[in-house]
């Protein structure tokens, strides 16, 4: 392993705001990249050796919005996006476009690092397949909130985010129904397609990535007519 600092690509076309961050970022021991245009920092990552993304979402040319997904396409990189715009969050973390997490503009330099190292310890772990610090819940199954990831046992299951999401919503509250509105509302499925349909779509997903896990093919997710899905934690 390399002691050097982390390079951190920053897309801002806001060159006081790039320059803020830029500043701060090094002084907390990150080796800062700036660029001011989407396909500048597609260019800039194709090159490689970057630890993580900060992008801002409005960028002349290629969009904060079409960069992010675009690396998505091959790259796993932590992307934190930087919006002024609170309406778009759903979607900037949904399935479509997949960040990893958000800063609202304005903020604090302070915060940004946070959730930079949260983001960095969670891709570093995911690599190393190591849980972060893991919260007990039901039937055996367990909480990485850092690595946002769900253990049964000792096995982390390979979750996409929203799956993530709704089987931390569901296991942290066995027996409780949770409508699909509620979990459309609060897992940040993408917003654009806010049917009970994306719901079911990931249940049905979560429910085949759970079958060849819990013994005796109990069925973890109930679904309870007319209302939505329950917990029922294996014995
Ligand atoms: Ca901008």
Redesign the pocket.
């Given at each position: 392993m390399t002691d050097a600092p982390r390079k951190i690509l920053i897309a801002?076309?806001?060159a006081k705001i790039a320059a803020l961050l830029a500043d701060y970022l090094r002084s907390s021991g990150f080796d800062p990249v700036c660029v001011d245009n989407g396909q500048e920092a597609l260019h800039r990552l194709q090159g490689g050796a970057f630890s993580a993304l900060l992008l801002?979402l409005?960028?002349p040319g290629v969009d904060g919005i079409e960069v992010c997904r675009q690396v998505r396409q091959y790259s796993s990189l932590p992307i934190l996006m930087i919006t002024a715009r609170v309406e778009e969050i759903d979607r900037l973390l949904g399935l479509e476009i997949g960040a990893d997490d958000y800063i609202c503009k304005p903020f604090s330099p302070r915060e940004v690092v946070a959730r930079l190292r949260a983001q960095l310890r969670r891709a570093e772990g995911r690599l190393a397949g190591l849980p972060g610090q893991l919260t007990a819940a039901s039937g055996g199954f367990a909480i990485d909130e850092v690595g946002k990831r769900v253990f049964f046992g000792d096995q982390p299951l390979n979750l996409t985010q929203v799956e993530y999401r709704l089987l931390r919503a569901l296991v942290s509250q066995p027996g409780r129904v949770f409508s699909r509105d509620h979990l459309l509302d609060h897992v940040h499925i993408d917003n654009r397609d806010t049917s009970d349909r994306a719901v079911d779509s990931h249940i049905k997903n979560l429910r085949r990535k759970l079958q060849g896990l819990v013994p005796s093919g109990h069925e973890c997710i109930g679904a309870v007519y007319g209302v939505g899905y329950r917990f029922d934690p294996p014995e």
């Open positions: 801002e076309d806001e801002d409005m960028l």
